[in-house]
């Protein structure tokens, strides 16, 4: 079975500082990975994945994720956050493509 | 483009009660889901299907039915309520590599 962990539940961070969301899975066998958003009162939407390729995935808004294979992670980044961005932040690990397992979710805040 | 679309979006029961939460998606996706949100626990699979006729169990089944007669549309069923069904419900539909997300239905069971 596959699990996935996101370190932090909360993250609050000043307005134009960076942040990254940690998330690690557990699995022995490749995955798809994804980032998923959802927005207050709203469902979730998808930020970036990883289907294979280059390890550094680019996504909307600004943010990026790099898969880590020898560490089993991928982490979300942004160089510079907005007031907008506050959020909760899934990650998500696929083996096969059409099944999903999800974290518990991160809340970041971003103050101004 | 309508994508996944859910009713109701939002639902209040009395313990025992029943009820049923409708998906409908217009992408031609074989695969639906159905999970629960929870505070501190992410989403939780409940069954999901593999294509029309068709129905599978996730992580958290009991208490829940689905049916899938028409590949468009997955609904969700509640035969008798509980308070621990308290939720915030969401469909999705898949194709390869994505998850398509409706907006989400809160059920509260009193």
């Known amino acids: 079975a596959q699990s996935v962990t996101q370190l932090d539940s909360q993250v609050p961070v000043f307005e134009e500082a960076p942040v990254e969301l940690r998330c690690n899975y557990s699995s022995s066998v490749s995955v798809y990975l994804f980032w998923y958003v959802q927005y207050p009162n709203q469902g979730l939407q998808l930020l970036l994945k990883y289907l294979s390729g280059s390890t550094l995935v680019k996504g909307i808004n600004g943010f990026e994720a790099e898969f880590n294979k020898s560490q089993t992670s991928f982490h979300l980044r942004k160089p510079s956050v907005h007031i907008s961005d506050t959020a909760e932040y899934f990650c998500?690990?696929?083996?096969?493509?059409?099944?999903?397992?999800f974290g518990t979710g991160t809340s970041l805040t971003v103050i101004p | 483009n309508a994508g996944v679309t859910q009713t109701p979006k939002f639902r209040v029961l009395k313990t025992g009660q029943s009820m049923t939460l409708l998906c409908a998606q217009d992408m031609n996706h074989e695969y639906m889901y159905w999970y629960r949100q929870d505070p501190g626990m992410g989403l939780r699979l409940i069954h999901y299907s593999v294509g029309e006729g068709t129905t599978a169990k996730g992580e958290v089944p009991d208490g829940y039915n689905v049916s899938r007669l028409k590949k468009q549309n997955f609904l969700l069923g509640l035969e008798s309520a509980a308070p621990s069904q308290t939720s915030v419900y969401f469909c999705a539909s898949s194709r390869v590599g994505e998850l398509f997300f409706g907006e989400g239905s809160r059920l509260t069971v009193l």
């Open positions: 998500a690990v696929s083996p096969t493509g059409n099944q999903f397992y």
